[in-house]
């Protein structure tokens, strides 16, 4: 929120610099983050009125003007813009003139004619396209007819000052307005705090005569309904200060009665909204839940389709407004408005934040409605509107007002103990200083000689109990003269749970090996189950969905890290990267039924991904490394039916019969719908079940006296044999001999019928206690040939 310094110096009396100020602001608890200077550098601009314009002789486009600066002499400027009308008053740029943006205007010759300045807009002005009034967005910046010529413009349109950029805090509503800040300045800086003076002077008729009641149908919802009336409505610009001061504070100037409404709003801090009384039905509003699939057209012009769990204003036929969000357009305020209805309603901020969040929209005022505000305000926001509206000539005011709901404040009573303040804020603080401070901030405090009773305002409706009463005295106080103190207690050693080690030792492992990190969102698209093929009856699909998901792309809660995996290959890939090794430690989150209705189980996996001049037996190695590291060893399994995987390209990893993952080359299907067109080998490993089968009791054996033999042994099987099944049953022949069987080449081809795979492997013997014989060597490697016939039908190749 921007807060003018100029406004607010009319509610309280600032006797120190604007660094100073919000220096002090941020120490009292107020979220300073910004002193915004609005002093332009502008020099040699005036006001001047167009006595004449004539079209340039050469010149189709540009149009001759003659402007009365309030000199001897007219001046002649020749411009391109469209919006300009004799006896307009412009702001009037002279030779020599200097703009913010640094353009010196000097006499420059349009097509034989001279110009002696230029004409300006309020963007070469300085001001931000964002707050310049609509009409003057592409074109001379207009000036009220009745301004004096010849003034300097900085005099005229107030280009001085600055603003706080104030970040306000949920709890604290009370702030979000100019008034509420004026207050903490008061108690901040010791000075004066001096309320709006509210008078309505020249009230006139009855509003009976226009309307008949408001009424509240359901006070959870709307706490409080004030409505007044005013006619004779002039629809026009209001007056520069009004526009100034909302241009200031961030805001575009609309008509007269939106600016008023709008300055109430930033000024007290509580919305309003204006009806055309002659386009509503019946004489009577009534604050009610909207009816199922009820619709309104709203001041955008958009339908919109309301439910049963949102508060509207309506007529006696349909929806006016949807409370506390945004006006209906069929009685908003138009040029042709003469008599309106002013509503200031106090709503249930769960209910607005809600409402304004299912239809999508949300304004100024729905920031406000949707955050704890005092009822009691409600009154004093129309009665400022109707003063302002009076004060400027927009309308006049129609004697009494309607409403239904609360109009009564009873301040609670909280109680303060001088030594629990002590306690908790760690210093003694004198009971004097407390009623000081507590009173500053209009907290009615008196003291019994044992506690301090304090009366909350309406407006502090963040203040409960005693530790919010402390909070205040602490912060007026000023916590950086509270000296601080070591803390005393038992101190324990810390350290890392056994499975945080062990994600630690993974990802150092994964990293020594040349793959990198990536972190991804545990929350994603129930069509990434699509993406990886899942089957619609696979238990990945039964995942936790989000109630109030920031989008449909971040609505469930992921049962797999592959999808994640997928997306950030498919995002390097076709950004050039033409190969990567990656990996994350990642949890999913298992529901312990549907529909959800406690905490799920949390599970941490390994998820590793490689794409480019990586293949099936890249991948493999990376595993045995991380798992060796752990002491484990895995039996592999193929796997046919897991339709995210290559049929014949994937295993499932075993340890004891236990499935700990599953690695693989992704199916087709699954890179073609990530865009890739390249294959990509993907692997998930249960990390719960590697910590659980982990064996690091690593045991040490000298190194061998004698020497070892090597016999190679290439046999032909059928293709579904397994390779592992294979080693196994050598290692077992003989396993006091057999140092190790590795794998060293599978064949299928030339010489090898079809259905048929010729598979080798090197086995390498050693006696630990003796030199091996050739005879003993020759006698097991027969053994190992006769066995793999007998138990997988092989030949010997």
Not at 175 to 195: D, H, S
Not at 375 to 400: D, N, P
Not at 756 to 765: D, E, L
């Given at each position: 929120?921007?807060?003018?310094?100029?406004?607010?110096?009319?509610?309280?009396?600032?006797?120190?610099?604007?660094?100073?100020?919000?220096?002090?602001?941020?120490?009292?608890?107020?979220?300073?983050?910004?002193?915004?200077?609005?002093?332009?550098?502008?020099?040699?601009?005036?006001?001047?009125?167009?006595?004449?314009?004539?079209?340039?002789?050469?010149?189709?486009?540009?149009?001759?003007?003659?402007?009365?600066?309030?000199?001897?002499?007219?001046?002649?400027?020749?411009?391109?813009?469209?919006?300009?009308?004799?006896?307009?008053?412009?702001?009037?740029?002279?030779?020599?003139?200097?703009?913010?943006?640094?353009?010196?205007?000097?006499?420059?010759?349009?097509?034989?004619?001279?110009?002696?300045?230029?004409?300006?807009?309020?963007?070469?002005?300085?001001?931000?396209?964002?707050?310049?009034?609509?009409?003057?967005?592409?074109?001379?910046?207009?000036?009220?007819?009745?301004?004096?010529?010849?003034?300097?413009?900085?005099?005229?349109?107030?280009?001085?000052?600055?603003?706080?950029?104030?970040?306000?805090?949920?709890?604290?509503?009370?702030?979000?307005?100019?008034?509420?800040?004026?207050?903490?300045?008061?108690?901040?800086?010791?000075?004066?705090?001096?309320?709006?003076?509210?008078?309505?002077?020249?009230?006139?008729?009855?509003?009976?005569?226009?309307?008949?009641?408001?009424?509240?149908?359901?006070?959870?919802?709307?706490?409080?309904?004030?409505?007044?009336?005013?006619?004779?409505?002039?629809?026009?610009?209001?007056?520069?200060?009004?526009?100034?001061?909302?241009?200031?504070?961030?805001?575009?100037?609309?008509?007269?009665?939106?600016?008023?409404?709008?300055?109430?709003?930033?000024?007290?801090?509580?919305?309003?909204?204006?009806?055309?009384?002659?386009?509503?039905?019946?004489?009577?509003?009534?604050?009610?839940?909207?009816?199922?699939?009820?619709?309104?057209?709203?001041?955008?012009?958009?339908?919109?389709?309301?439910?049963?769990?949102?508060?509207?204003?309506?007529?006696?036929?349909?929806?006016?407004?949807?409370?506390?969000?945004?006006?209906?357009?069929?009685?908003?305020?138009?040029?042709?408005?003469?008599?309106?209805?002013?509503?200031?309603?106090?709503?249930?901020?769960?209910?607005?934040?809600?409402?304004?969040?299912?239809?999508?929209?949300?304004?100024?005022?729905?920031?406000?409605?949707?955050?704890?505000?005092?009822?009691?305000?409600?009154?004093?926001?129309?009665?400022?509107?109707?003063?302002?509206?009076?004060?400027?000539?927009?309308?006049?005011?129609?004697?009494?007002?309607?409403?239904?709901?609360?109009?009564?404040?009873?301040?609670?009573?909280?109680?303060?103990?001088?030594?629990?303040?002590?306690?908790?804020?760690?210093?003694?603080?004198?009971?004097?200083?407390?009623l000081v401070s507590l009173n500053s901030l209009e907290i009615e405090s008196t003291y019994d000689g044992e506690k301090i009773s304090c009366k909350i305002p309406y407006f502090r409706t963040d203040i409960e109990q005693e530790a919010d009463i402390i909070e205040e005295v602490g912060r007026l106080y000023g916590f950086e003269n509270i000296i601080s103190k070591p803390l005393t207690g038992m101190t324990r050693v810390g350290r890392k749970t056994e499975m945080r080690m062990l994600e630690d030792q993974i990802k150092s492992i994964a990293c020594g090996m040349g793959l990198y990190e990536i972190t991804t969102y545990s929350f994603i698209s129930p069509k990434s189950y699509d993406n990886i093929c899942v089957p619609e009856d696979s238990h990945l699909r039964d995942y936790v969905k989000i109630l109030n998901p920031l989008g449909e792309d971040f609505s469930s809660m992921r049962t797999t890290l592959i999808p994640n995996m997928?997306?950030?290959?498919?995002?390097?890939?076709?950004?050039?990267?033409?190969?990567?090794?990656?990996?994350?430690?990642?949890?999913?989150?298992?529901?312990?039924?549907?529909?959800?209705?406690?905490?799920?189980?949390?599970?941490?996996?390994?998820?590793?991904?490689?794409?480019?001049?990586?293949?099936?037996?890249?991948?493999?190695?990376?595993?045995?490394?991380?798992?060796?590291?752990?002491?484990?060893?895995?039996?592999?399994?193929?796997?046919?039916?897991?339709?995210?995987?290559?049929?014949?390209?994937?295993?499932?990893?075993?340890?004891?019969?236990?499935?700990?993952?599953?690695?693989?080359?992704?199916?087709?299907?699954?890179?073609?719908?990530?865009?890739?067109?390249?294959?990509?080998?993907?692997?998930?490993?249960?990390?719960?079940?590697?910590?659980?089968?982990?064996?690091?009791?690593?045991?040490?054996?000298?190194?061998?006296?004698?020497?070892?033999?090597?016999?190679?042994?290439?046999?032909?099987?059928?293709?579904?044999?397994?390779?592992?099944?294979?080693?196994?049953?050598?290692?077992?022949?003989?396993?006091?001999?057999?140092?190790?069987?590795?794998?060293?080449?599978?064949?299928?081809?030339?010489?090898?019928?079809?259905?048929?795979?010729?598979?080798?492997?090197?086995?390498?013997?050693?006696?630990?206690?003796?030199?091996?014989?050739?005879?003993?060597?020759?006698?097991?490697?027969?053994?190992?040939?006769?066995?793999?016939?007998?138990?997988?039908?092989?030949?010997?190749?």
């Amino acid at each position: 929120m921007l807060v003018p310094i100029k406004w607010m110096s009319q509610y309280v009396d600032i006797n120190t610099d604007d660094k100073t100020l919000a220096d002090k602001l941020t120490l009292t608890g107020s979220h300073i983050d910004a002193v915004i200077d609005y002093n332009k550098e502008v020099k040699n601009v005036v006001t001047g009125k167009i006595l004449e314009i004539i079209k340039h002789p050469n010149a189709d486009k540009l149009i001759v003007t003659q402007i009365d600066i309030n000199q001897a002499d007219a001046v002649q400027i020749i411009t391109g813009a469209k919006n300009v009308n004799v006896g307009d008053v412009v702001p009037v740029c002279l030779e020599g003139a200097v703009l913010p943006n640094g353009l010196k205007i000097k006499k420059t010759n349009f097509r034989g004619l001279p110009s002696y300045g230029m004409m300006c807009s309020y963007e070469e002005l300085g001001f931000d396209d964002k707050v310049i009034p609509k009409e003057a967005r592409d074109g001379i910046a207009i000036l009220p007819s009745e301004t004096e010529l010849g003034k300097d413009i900085k005099e005229v349109l107030q280009l001085n000052g600055s603003a706080l950029e104030v970040e306000v805090t949920f709890n604290r509503p009370d702030c979000l307005n100019i008034v509420g800040m004026a207050r903490e300045t008061a108690a901040t800086l010791g000075t004066k705090f001096k309320f709006p003076e509210i008078e309505i002077k020249n009230e006139q008729g009855d509003i009976k005569d226009y309307m008949n009641a408001v009424e509240i149908e359901d006070e959870d919802l709307c706490g409080r309904f004030y409505a007044r009336v005013i006619k004779d409505i002039k629809i026009g610009p209001s007056p520069l200060w009004m526009q100034r001061t909302l241009m200031d504070a961030g805001m575009r100037p609309i008509n007269n009665i939106v600016d008023v409404t709008n300055y109430v709003m930033l000024e007290l801090g509580q919305p309003l909204h204006a009806y055309n009384l002659e386009a509503l039905k019946g004489k009577k509003l009534v604050a009610r839940k909207a009816k199922k699939d009820e619709t309104i057209i709203t001041i955008d012009q958009n339908e919109r389709t309301l439910n049963e769990s949102m508060l509207v204003i309506a007529d006696e036929e349909k929806p006016a407004c949807i409370a506390g969000v945004m006006g209906g357009y069929y009685s908003e305020i138009n040029d042709e408005t003469k008599v309106m209805v002013l509503e200031s309603a106090n709503f249930n901020p769960k209910s607005i934040r809600e409402t304004s969040k299912k239809l999508g929209m949300r304004s100024e005022a729905s920031a406000r409605n949707e955050k704890p505000m005092g009822y009691m305000m409600v009154e004093l926001a129309s009665k400022r509107a109707c003063q302002l509206i009076e004060m400027i000539g927009a309308g006049t005011v129609v004697g009494g007002h309607l409403e239904a709901g609360k109009n009564e404040y009873v301040p609670p009573i909280v109680t303060l103990r001088p030594y629990r303040s002590a306690h908790l804020l760690g210093v003694d603080i004198p009971v004097e200083d407390m009623l000081v401070s507590l009173n500053s901030l209009e907290i009615e405090s008196t003291y019994d000689g044992e506690k301090i009773s304090c009366k909350i305002p309406y407006f502090r409706t963040d203040i409960e109990q005693e530790a919010d009463i402390i909070e205040e005295v602490g912060r007026l106080y000023g916590f950086e003269n509270i000296i601080s103190k070591p803390l005393t207690g038992m101190t324990r050693v810390g350290r890392k749970t056994e499975m945080r080690m062990l994600e630690d030792q993974i990802k150092s492992i994964a990293c020594g090996m040349g793959l990198y990190e990536i972190t991804t969102y545990s929350f994603i698209s129930p069509k990434s189950y699509d993406n990886i093929c899942v089957p619609e009856d696979s238990h990945l699909r039964d995942y936790v969905k989000i109630l109030n998901p920031l989008g449909e792309d971040f609505s469930s809660m992921r049962t797999t890290l592959i999808p994640n995996m997928m997306e950030v290959i498919g995002r390097n890939s076709n950004r050039g990267v033409d190969g990567a090794k990656l990996y994350e430690v990642g949890s999913i989150f298992i529901p312990k039924g549907q529909p959800v209705t406690e905490e799920p189980f949390e599970k941490l996996k390994l998820c590793i991904g490689m794409y480019g001049k990586y293949d099936f037996f890249d991948l493999k190695g990376i595993i045995e490394g991380i798992l060796s590291r752990f002491g484990i060893t895995v039996q592999l399994k193929p796997v046919k039916d897991n339709t995210t995987f290559h049929p014949g390209r994937t295993a499932e990893m075993f340890v004891n019969d236990e499935c700990i993952g599953i690695y693989g080359e992704a199916s087709h299907m699954v890179t073609d719908n990530y865009g890739l067109d390249q294959k990509v080998y993907i692997a998930e490993i249960d990390v719960e079940k590697i910590l659980k089968n982990k064996n690091t009791n690593w045991k040490y054996e000298a190194l061998p006296k004698y020497p070892s033999m090597v016999r190679d042994i290439a046999v032909k099987v059928k293709d579904e044999v397994l390779a592992g099944d294979m080693e196994q049953v050598i290692k077992d022949v003989n396993p006091h001999l057999i140092e190790s069987v590795k794998l060293f080449d599978v064949y299928k081809g030339e010489h090898i019928e079809e259905g048929y795979k010729s598979t080798a492997f090197s086995v390498t013997y050693r006696n630990k206690e003796r030199t091996l014989k050739e005879k003993e060597v020759e006698n097991i490697h027969n053994k190992i040939l006769q066995i793999l016939e007998s138990k997988f039908g092989a030949t010997l190749r």
